[in-house]
């Protein structure tokens, strides 16, 4: 088992950087590989990121080039940095963790509770 909290949320104008984090309890995250999903309002829950044990990543077309996922296993945390952000990317941000190197948010069977970005046009 293990438990995620996020932070890191919040409002931010188009252009600006947000820092998300995603802090593992229990079995430690390093275990696991670790995916970073968004939802917006009235949309399905979709893939955003997603880090490998051995740190491979990989990442939405949306938003190759502007976020970076990274991993501290010391700290059992999870980062996703978010540059030059857009109004479409405002939605709750969830980090997930799963024993496969999936895409599929049915793939994850660990979930944190959300947080929520606001970027304003």
């Known amino acids: 088992q293990v438990q995620l909290v996020e932070s890191g949320g919040g409002l931010v104008q188009a252009g600006g950087s947000l820092r998300l984090s995603c802090a593992a309890s229990?079995?430690?995250?390093?275990?696991?590989?670790m995916g970073w999903f968004r939802q917006a309002p009235e949309k399905e829950r979709e893939f955003v990121a997603l880090?490998?044990?051995?740190?491979?990543?990989r990442y939405a077309d949306s938003v190759k080039g502007r976020f970076t996922i990274s991993r501290d296993n010391t700290k059992n945390t999870v980062f996703l940095q978010m540059n030059d952000l857009k109004p479409e990317d405002t939605a709750i941000y969830y980090c997930?963790?799963?024993?496969?190197?999936?895409?599929?948010?049915?793939?994850?069977?660990?979930w944190g509770q959300g947080t929520q970005v606001t970027v304003s046009s």
């Open positions: 880090i490998g044990r051995s740190v491979n990543t």
């Open positions: 997930a963790a799963s024993i496969w190197w999936e895409t599929r948010t049915d793939q994850y069977n660990y």
């Open positions: 229990g079995r430690t995250s390093s275990s696991y590989n």
